[in-house]
Nanobody, 127 residues
Framework: QVQLVESGGGSVQAGGSLRLSCAASGRTFSSYAMGWFRQAPGKEREFVVAISRTGSSTYYAAYVKGRFTISRDNAKNTVFLQMNSLKAEDTAVYYC????????????????????WGQGTQVTVSS
């Protein structure tokens, strides 16, 4: 089992940047593919990005590709989400999640593929 704790959220103006972190407990962090999802008020939770166990593979949603970058440090049990050129529509609660599945884009874009979730961190972008 793994516990996930996100941090780094906050309020920024459009065009700004934030870096989210997700710290995982346990000694098996490298066994999990990791993903970031987000949920805006009144909307369903949506996929943002996923990264494989080793970090060698990533997959981005089209609406963040080129602006967001995911990375992980397995030695520190942490996954990061660097968010640049933020837009008002990026405003949401951001969640990190861990999945035991192999890295398959068709699987990792779906939230039910993830077994463990953090509590979320709020990101607010003002225009």
């Amino acid at each position: 089992q793994v516990q996930l704790v996100e941090s780094g959220g906050g309020s920024v103006q459009a065009g700004g940047s934030l870096r989210l972190s997700c710290a995982a407990s346990g000694r098996t962090f490298s066994s999990y593919a990791m993903g970031w999802f987000r949920q805006a008020p009144g909307k369903e939770r949506e996929f943002v990005v996923a990264i494989s166990r080793t970090g060698s593979s990533t997959y981005y949603a089209a609406y963040v590709k080129g602006r967001f970058t995911i990375s992980r440090d397995n030695a520190k049990n942490t996954v990061f989400l660097q968010m640049n050129s933020l837009k008002a529509e990026d405003t949401a609660v951001y969640y990190c999640a861990a999945a035991t599945t192999d890295f398959r884009e068709s699987t990792l874009i779906v939230d039910v593929s993830y077994q463990y979730w953090g509590q979320g961190t709020q990101v607010t972008v003002s225009s």
